[in-house]
């Protein structure tokens, strides 16, 4: 059976809203790139995907990944534009890349791929489709990668709902520039 994996960049304060440079409109978009996650950090990321069967996406993430990963270049991009992507939406009907799109049963076709696959379905960003798989209780990991920078605003992958986990491993990676506001 396929497990749900979540992973997601993450400030101290909970906030995972527009972390890359995309068009999302978001006060404080584009935060992880004052960050260097360091050779340890871009390996953990790499080997995470080449562990994935699968991206399962929310739209805005899915188009924010369009915007930026068919022109990059080198090992990460290949993967990431290699990777099957289904993609959860109630207004895309023509997704790019190699994406299917799921509606409103989407609950439905998870439940489907889960029984289909016996890797990794992986969840980047997508904080909606996140909150829903976390409600249902399909989520099997959650990985974080926490950046030391307070944003005091903006969406929460975390509600306000005591949810019970245990921490499976942790590790310090790479080094952060100055950055105040």
């Known amino acids: 059976m396929g497990r749900i994996v979540l992973s997601q960049h993450t400030s101290v304060d909970g906030v995972m ?3 890359g440079p995309t068009d999302v409109p978001f006060k404080y978009r584009g935060w992880i790139m ?4 360091g050779p340890e950090g871009r390996r953990f990321k790499l080997e995470e995907a080449q562990n994935a069967d699968v991206l399962l996406l929310g739209r805005v993430t899915h ?7 068919p022109t990059a270049e080198g090992e990460f991009a290949n993967r990431m534009n290699a990777l099957p992507k289904y993609v959860v939406s109630s207004t895309l009907t023509d997704p790019a890349g190699n994406a299917t799109v799921w509606g409103d049963d989407w609950p439905e076709e998870v439940a489907r791929l889960r029984k ?3 890797g990794d379905i992986v969840v980047y960003g997508s904080r909606r489709l996140s909150q829903a798989l976390i409600e249902r209780g399909w989520v099997d990991e959650v990985r974080l990668m926490v950046y030391p920078v307070l944003l005091g605003a903006g969406d929460r992958l975390f509600g306000r709902r005591r949810t019970g986990s245990r921490c499976v491993w942790s590790n ?4 952060s520039k100055a950055w105040c506001t």
């Open 17 to 19: 809203q527009s972390p």
């Open 172 to 175: 310090r990676v790479g080094s």
């Open 116 to 118: 289909r696959l016996d």
């Open 34 to 37: 004052h960050f260097d996650v």
């Open 63 to 69: 188009e924010a990944m369009q915007a930026m990963w």
